[in-house]
């Protein structure tokens, strides 16, 4: 590691209730409550209780979470395919949706290549059982437990497991959605860097009208959950174009999943889905 990536690092605040930390029974965790709202088991009361308020306030809210896997599934396929990757490192896994299992990550990487060996980062206690025990059931498969604020480890976890002196594809749905602009670009400029040429980036962002982040701040607020950042895709765009060599980030070809959904009745603007892929690794560069 760097000392410009030293610098670089993203800091590791409170990530209670994220799903990317160390999660409370009391708190609400993301990554549970998407996963329920996408029809999964693996849920804390209060994740449901704040699913449900979700629901109430935000219609269309589920179709998201359908939406997010359906972008998983699309970012996968792409670099399993025709990008030829295969080894795949996962940031912020959910406990998995069905039995037996079809569109987690190694499950579709391996349809499409039987050899492709996939690596679970995840924080917290619940997903990594779930991992584990009903993923994790053979050598093409393992879980790490790391924090989110720490990438480092979490590629020195991977390094146990992949072979990091070649091209990995880096899978983060929708976990920029929970650091602010500083941490995000602090995560990316290392999570570009820091794996070897040829690796490939795969990302989905939640994104929405101002007027829609404070709405689902004061959700958040009334069930002390982290609101997630909404950005326009333009934002996200932006966010990933910071490094000097923008052919590191550049989603050449960009695709939105199913969306806008509109909500209704406050007139709130709706939410969508951004995601898209790009070519990462190859060393350090200074910004």
């Not at 629901?55 to 972008?71: C, F, H, K, Y």
């Not at 007139?267 to 889905?273: I, K, N, R, T």
Request: with cysteine; charged share 20%; glycine share 10%.
């Amino acid at each position: 590691m760097t000392a410009r990536a030293a610098q670089q690092q993203p800091r590791t605040g409170d990530q209670t209730g994220t799903g990317f930390g160390e999660p409370g029974t009391t708190v609400p965790g993301w990554s549970r409550v998407w996963n329920h709202l996408a029809g999964g088991k693996d849920a804390y009361q209060a994740d449901r209780e704040f699913a449900a308020d979700l629901e109430r306030q935000i219609p269309g809210v589920a179709r998201i979470a359908q939406t997010r896997l359906r972008a998983r599934r699309q970012i996968v396929e792409r670099l399993a395919g025709s990008a030829r990757i295969e080894q795949f490192l996962v940031i912020g896994v959910e406990p998995p949706l069905t039995m037996p299992l079809r569109d987690e990550v190694h499950t579709i990487a391996r349809r499409i290549n039987p050899a492709a060996r996939t690596v679970y980062v995840t924080g917290d206690p619940v997903a990594s059982v779930h991992v584990q025990a009903l993923m994790c059931i053979d050598r093409s498969c393992g879980c790490i437990e790391a924090p989110f604020g720490d990438p480092v480890a979490a590629l020195s976890g991977a390094s146990k497991l992949l072979d990091l002196s070649r091209p990995v594809g880096v899978v983060m749905t929708g976990a920029l959605e929970l650091l602010d602009d500083r941490d995000a670009e602090a995560w990316l400029h290392l999570v570009s860097t820091l794996p070897p040429a040829g690796s490939r980036l795969g990302i989905s962002h939640l994104t929405g009208t101002r007027d829609l982040a404070v709405t689902l701040a004061e959700i958040c607020g009334v069930h002390q959950a982290p609101p997630p950042h909404l950005r326009e895709p333009s934002d996200v765009d932006a966010l990933l174009r910071k490094e000097p060599r923008e052919e590191l980030r550049a989603f050449t070809e960009p695709f939105h999943a199913v969306g806008p959904v509109a909500a209704a009745g406050d007139g709130v603007g709706g939410l969508a889905v951004w995601c898209g892929t790009a070519r990462i690794g190859g060393g350090s560069h200074d910004r």
